[in-house]
């Protein structure tokens, strides 16, 4: 029981970071096609990330039981 509750918190956390990731391409991409530099496409895909990043960990953290 114990092996598939690991299991299924390592696949949580990587479908979390998979979304993030997704999601800070897509704003990269948005940001790009508004006429942003390079730079700042790179740092609002990084910073969309980071907070989308921050949302998972806090929400899985709050539905995992100890």
């Known amino acids: 029981?114990?092996?598939s509750?690991?299991?299924?918190r390592i696949l949580l956390a990587v479908i979390a970071v998979l979304a993030c990731?997704?999601?800070?391409?897509?704003a990269g991409?948005?940001?790009?096609?508004?006429?942003?530099?390079?730079?700042?496409t790179f740092m609002r895909a990084g910073a969309t990330f980071g907070a989308c990043l921050?949302?998972?960990?806090?929400?899985?953290?709050?539905?995992w039981v100890r």
């Open 29 to 40: 991409i948005l940001k790009r096609l508004d006429g942003a530099s390079v730079p700042t």
């Open 21 to 26: 990731l997704l999601c800070g391409v897509v």
């Open 54 to 63: 921050t949302i998972a960990v806090m929400v899985m953290d709050l539905l």
């Open 1 to 3: 029981m114990t092996g």
């Open 5 to 8: 509750l690991i299991t299924l």
